[in-house]
C-alpha cells in the first residue's frame, strides 16, 4: 500500500506564497503522474496541477502563472509552489499519485488559507 504524506499548507496573505510537499512511501518512479487536487468548502475536489513521468504539466486555468507542480524522484517527493496567493486558493489540498496500472492514491489533505 501506497502511503502520501502532504506538508507545508498553512495560513498566508494574499500575495503570498506557499510549497507543498508530498512525501510518496515508496519510488515515485513507478507513478505515471502526481498531482494536487483541492476542495473548498461546499464544492468538489478539482484538478489543480499534475506532472506525468515525462515532465508534461497540466494546470487548472485559475492556477496558470501562479503555481508550479514538479516532482523528484530521487527523493520519492512531489511538490507545488503557490505564488500570488488569493483568497479563493483557500480549500484543502490533496496529494495524489497514479499507479502504473492506473490505481489512484490520495494524501490525507493539508489545509491552505488565504486571509488577511
Known amino acids: 500500500q501506497v502511503q502520501l504524506v502532504e506538508s507545508g499548507g498553512g495560513l498566508v496573505q494574499p500575495g503570498g506564497s506557499l510549497r507543498l510537499s508530498c512525501a510518496a512511501s515508496r519510488s515515485t518512479f513507478g507513478f505515471s503522474a502526481m498531482g494536487w487536487y483541492r476542495q473548498a468548502p461546499g464544492k468538489g475536489r478539482e484538478l489543480v496541477a499534475a506532472?506525468?513521468?515525462?515532465?508534461?504539466?497540466n494546470y487548472a486555468n485559475s492556477v496558470k502563472g501562479r503555481f508550479t507542480v514538479s516532482r523528484d524522484n530521487a527523493k520519492n517527493m512531489g511538490y507545488l509552489q503557490m505564488n500570488s496567493l488569493r483568497p479563493e486558493d483557500t480549500a484543502v489540498y490533496y496529494c495524489?499519485?497514479?499507479?502504473?496500472?492506473?490505481?489512484?492514491?490520495w494524501g490525507q489533505g493539508t489545509q491552505v488559507t488565504v486571509s488577511s
Open positions: 506532472i506525468t513521468s515525462a515532465g508534461n504539466t
Open positions: 495524489n499519485a497514479r499507479g502504473l496500472s492506473g490505481q489512484d492514491y
